[in-house]
């Protein structure tokens, strides 16, 4: 219990310190009009945050996903996801010896999906292959090391990740170094700022 209490103390602590170092020491951060063209420092987590405040408290589901909206056909999702579960398991009575339709968790999987906007597929190629690797083939035919070692990979794992974003940011991500690679082009998609709604012009982008 201490041990994830000191934990806790210390990511939300070391979260917050960083977080209010960033505010302050990089310029019109967030603020896309404002920073270079290729500025890794946009935001997207942000935006999405805030876009689905103004989506649901402002404008409104109906202007979005109503007779009003652009986007009334995603309503079907609501059908699909309620439907697939069921399929799954008729697949499953259909045939009890395929022991794989069992292990076949829709929630999991599309609610996953629910974290796509702003990762990347690349994030999700990476998260398929590490737990199939451990969850599936570890699990199935080494349990004993699994049971002992796996939580303290998933945990190696998100520390990993945490040391790496560091290790980046100093080494290739501070402004003014010079250095040219994909993680500091941006989003790699021009017309990722450019609007979906009908009628709208805006210069470079396609008018629906």
Known sequence: MWSQFI??????????????????????????????????????????????????????????????????????????????????????????????????????????????????????????IVGTIFNFFVFRYRKQWWQRYNYILSAALDAGVAFMAVLLYFSLGVENRGLKWWGTDGEHCPLASCPTAKGIVVDGCPVK
């Open 7 to 128: 934990g806790t103390i210390l990511a939300g602590t070391i979260n917050l310190a960083v977080a209010w170092w960033l505010l302050g020491s990089v310029e019109n951060i967030c603020q896309d009009n404002l920073l270079p063209p290729d500025s890794p420092w946009t935001c997207p987590g942000d935006r999405v945050f805030f876009d689905a405040s103004v989506i649901w408290g402002l404008v409104g589901p109906k202007r979005i996903f109503g007779s009003r909206g652009n986007y009334p056909e995603m309503n079907w999702f609501f059908l699909g996801g309620a439907i697939g579960p069921i399929v799954v398991w008729l697949f499953h009575k259909a045939f009890p010896k395929q022991t794989w339709i069992p292990l076949i968790n829709l929630p999991v999987l599309l609610g996953a999906t629910a974290m796509m906007p702003p990762a990347t597929p690349l994030n999700y190629n990476a998260w398929i």
